[in-house]
């Protein structure tokens, strides 16, 4: 052939020259049949197959000799491509054109998948984790999560062989537990009592709580994950599976991500290493080796539902760090046989931790009872909701009435108590709405 395209002119044979244009040029003897038509190589196997390009016509139907001498010509250009194109390059052999069978860069491979984890992460509206980390003390506790974007979750750890419920929102983070386990942290006497079983602010107390759930806020996480590809390489990458699906582990400066192999790219596992001091995202609790998945569905319909009943006992939720005492002595005046008044100051005492008191401007949201008693037997109770500033004080009275005898002396006391509120009622009726707005009706938390 002259004009080298595949389908154009003339044929040949053994011994004769060969002809133009479309006529036929001299030929010999017909050839053997054409052997059978090789299978198509897969994408490893050499280079890429291509359909015939639409500026080119098809080629006519041959009939007889020539047909048979295109279709070995066609097999031995395919045969061509298989012994040449596991060398690399374009079929050509020169091992310098693009092929299929061309390596990925393994960073930039692992920079796409770190982007589009934290694309999925972000898309994830209610994100659960269980794992373990690391407490203060350096034990390693076993814990589960539930949480939002925006930091509203519940789960629960194990520590001291207890069970602690966990609930955080925006700006609260408050645990739940028996009264054993408060007993052996160094809290007594009224307050004990009051924070058995019951929601109480542990921002100060339990730190540890606050170091694992807002690094595993998943907005943060999915910063990680960006600020883990703009660092370029990996240290490591290798492969292996979470719960039976084909996973890369990513091992970065701000820890190990199991990424799956299938898209959408999704982090199904997370890890700690020795993270750096981060100056964006927060770096990951110490200890941390956690599984990630997405709540949806009838799953995602329990967390909102039990998200949202845990909210509502946030009415009786304490905050420990707030102290009562009564200054002055109580006055009962007037009193007599039928009524008698109790008049009492009260003054709240602000603490960092148990024993150390802090200098706050945050109001005290105070819930005051005073229970009168005569004889022993109690025959009033008068509650008070007071919003107090730190170390103020206030002034309370409360009048019981009744039928006393007056041929013998009685004893009239006066029994005063309070404990603050960590969510008082106002906060606690923009948590709902935000909660509701946020995460039942699929805005931005």
Not at 285 to 306: C, H, K, N, W, Y
Not at 380 to 402: E, H, I
């Amino acid at each position: 052939m002259t004009d080298g395209t595949p389908w154009g002119g003339g044929g040949w044979g053994p011994g004769h020259g060969t002809g133009g244009g479309t006529g036929g040029g001299g030929f010999g003897p017909p050839p053997p049949p054409a052997p059978p038509y090789p299978p198509q190589p897969q994408a490893y196997q050499g280079a890429p197959w291509y359909p015939p390009h639409p500026g080119h016509p098809t080629p006519p139907r041959r009939r007889g000799p020539l047909l048979a001498v295109a279709g070995l010509a066609t097999a031995a250009l395919v045969a061509g491509l298989l012994i040449w194109a596991p060398w690399g390059g374009d079929g050509s052999g020169d091992g310098k054109g693009p092929s299929a069978t061309a390596p990925k860069d393994p960073a930039a491979e692992a920079e796409r998948m770190l982007r589009e984890a934290a694309e999925t992460m972000s898309n994830t509206q209610v994100v659960a984790y269980r794992g373990d980390f690391a407490l203060d003390s350096g034990a390693s506790t076993p814990f589960d999560l539930q949480t939002t974007p925006g930091g509203w979750g519940r789960g629960s750890l194990q520590d001291e062989g207890a069970t602690v419920r966990l609930l955080t929102t925006d700006d609260h983070r408050l645990t739940k537990a028996g009264k054993a386990y408060w007993k052996d942290r160094g809290y007594a006497g009224d307050l004990l009592d009051r924070i058995d079983g019951r929601w109480m602010d542990s921002s100060a107390d339990l730190p540890e709580i606050d170091d694992l759930t807002t690094p595993l806020d998943p907005a943060n996480v999915s910063d990680l994950l960006r600020d883990a590809a703009d660092r370029g390489r990996p240290d490591a990458i290798t492969s292996s599976r979470v719960a039976g699906r084909p996973v890369k582990v990513l091992t970065t400066a701000n820890g190990r991500f199991w990424i799956s192999d299938s898209v959408p790219r999704t982090l199904l596992r997370l890890a700690a290493d020795d993270s750096p001091a981060a100056s964006g995202p927060l770096p990951l609790p110490d200890g941390l080796d956690t599984t990630v998945g997405a709540l949806t569905g009838a799953d995602r319909e329990t967390f909102t539902t039990a998200y949202d009943r845990d909210l509502s006992a946030l009415k009786s939720a304490v905050d420990p760090a707030v102290n009562f005492s009564t200054t002055g002595k109580a006055r009962f005046s007037p009193c007599g046989n039928s009524s008698c008044t109790a008049r009492f100051t009260l003054q709240n005492s602000v603490y960092e931790g148990l024993g150390d008191e802090e200098a706050s401007d945050d109001p005290v949201y105070a819930e005051i009872s005073i229970a009168i008693t005569l004889d022993g037997r109690k025959v009033k109770t008068c509650t008070f909701q007071r919003k107090m500033k730190p170390s103020g004080t206030v002034s309370l009275t409360c009048t019981a009435t009744y039928s006393a005898a007056t041929t013998k002396n009685h004893t009239v006391r006066g029994l005063p108590d309070a404990w603050a509120r960590a969510v008082p009622d106002p906060e606690l009726a923009r948590l709902r709405a935000d909660f509701a707005r946020g995460v039942v009706d699929g805005q931005a938390a």
